[in-house]
T-cell receptor
Framework: KAGVTQTPRYLIKTRGQQVTLSCSPISGHRSVSWYQQTPGQGLQFLFE???????NKGNFPGRFSGRQFSNSRSEMNVSTLELGDSALYLCASGLGSLGTEAFFGQGTRLTVV | GESVGLHLPTLSVQEGDNSIINCAYSNSASDYFIWYKQESGKGPQFIID?????DKRQGQRVTVLLNKTVKHLSLQIAATQPGDSAVYFCAEILTGGFKTIFGAGTRLFVKA
């Protein structure tokens, strides 16, 4: 079956702009998590959605938001982009229960200039 | 490919040797732990997991050890192969199961 699909793969934005990233989970998966990966901070948890509800979120400013649709596809949005938002944004999908594996997409590489 | 981390701890091993990658986790309330492997240009890939009520779990060529007393996790790879070269992350999943915290990662180089 198809894996986790993230679009776009690469994106360049200007400071102050906003951006929306998309994640299509594996069919049947209801949980989608988002992560930011940078060389300096490593992999950091942004938020997790299950059946359209945000169940948990990490320690990111309110400029970072997300949502999940009824078909489990998820989007994350970053408003008022800063240079420090340049990162690889990864999403992972899973069944959503403890002890079940999460599958990662290849990520969206966001560069803010 | 993507540069996962330019300043990661690095482990260099000879092909065929065993590798041990260590991780210290932070939260004693974590229920569940996972090791991931990330190759250049790809997202992390699940390797093996362990629940907090276990201290050892074995997979194919990999073993995870959990020491809750000192909050330490290790990944042992037997007969390391060039294809094992990657960055390895440990992850702890907090009680409730919905928040994952990743370690900083270790870069493994396998010399042929």
């Amino acid at each position: 079956k198809a894996g986790v699909t993230q679009t776009p793969r690469y994106l360049i934005k200007t400071r102050g702009q906003q951006v929306t990233l998309s994640c299509s989970p594996i069919s049947g998966h209801r949980s989608v998590s988002w992560y930011q990966q940078t060389p300096g901070q490593g992999l950091q948890f942004l938020f997790e959605y299950f059946s359209e509800t945000q169940r948990n979120k990490g320690n990111f400013p309110g400029r970072f938001s997300g949502r999940q649709f009824s078909n489990s596809r998820s989007e994350m949005n970053v408003s008022t982009l800063e240079l420090g938002d340049s990162a690889l944004y990864l999403c992972a999908s899973g069944l959503g229960s403890l002890g079940t594996e999460a599958f990662f997409g290849q990520g969206t590489r966001l560069t803010v200039v | 490919g993507e540069s996962v981390g330019l300043h990661l701890p690095t482990l260099s091993v000879q092909e065929g040797d065993n590798s041990i990658i260590n991780c210290a986790y932070s939260n004693s309330a974590s229920d569940y732990f996972i090791w991931y492997k990330q190759e250049s240009g790809k997202g992390p890939q699940f390797i093996i997991d362990i629940r907090s009520n276990m201290d050892k779990r074995q997979g194919q060529r990999v073993t995870v050890l959990l020491n809750k007393t000192v909050k330490h996790l290790s990944l042992q790879i037997a007969a390391t192969q060039p294809g094992d070269s990657a960055v390895y992350f440990c992850a702890e999943i907090l009680t409730g199961g919905f928040k994952t915290i990743f370690g900083a990662g270790t870069r493994l180089f396998v010399k042929a």
